[in-house]
């Protein structure tokens, strides 16, 4: 292989693992956001009695704190799935532009990259 074509070719690889290692941070960190939010929403359930407790009291104002917490929790539960989405098309779209270099490099044929 050219020498060219062996540093384009190891960019290509170095991209692919980059997309890899951001596609699996961000699962861990989307595993991590959903058992947070499981146990707020636990706990703004075990405080749903908090209308019962004084309305201007230190627990209700607590109570309160922790449901607003847990919709927002809930909410960035839901984006973190949104990006692992979009790093996941990303990544296909990697592979797709890398194969049919692998594929053609075996062949001895000369690829064409697509546009997407």
């Known amino acids: 292989m050219a020498p060219f074509l062996q540093s384009k070719w190891a960019t290509l690889l170095r991209i692919q693992s980059e997309v890899e290692m951001?596609?699996?941070?961000?699962?861990?960190a989307a595993e991590m956001?959903?058992?947070?939010a499981a146990a707020v929403e636990k706990a703004s359930a075990e405080v749903a009695?908090?209308?019962q407790l004084p309305e201007h009291g230190a627990l209700r104002r607590a109570a309160a704190l922790v449901?607003?917490?847990?919709?927002?929790?809930?909410?960035?539960a839901h984006l973190a799935?949104?990006?692992?989405?979009?790093v996941?098309?990303?990544e296909e779209d990697v592979k797709a532009m890398i194969e049919p270099?692998?594929?053609n490099h075996k062949h001895g044929t000369r690829a064409t990259i697509?546009?997407?």
């Open 22 to 28: 951001v596609k699996d941070a961000a699962e861990t």
């Open 33 to 36: 956001v959903e058992e947070v």
């Open 49 to 51: 009695v908090a209308e």
């Open 67 to 76: 449901e607003r917490a847990s919709k927002e929790v809930a909410e960035e």
């Open 81 to 86: 799935h949104d990006i692992i989405h979009k």
């Open 88 to 90: 996941d098309e990303i």
């Open 101 to 103: 270099i692998i594929d």
């Open 114 to 116: 697509k546009k997407h």
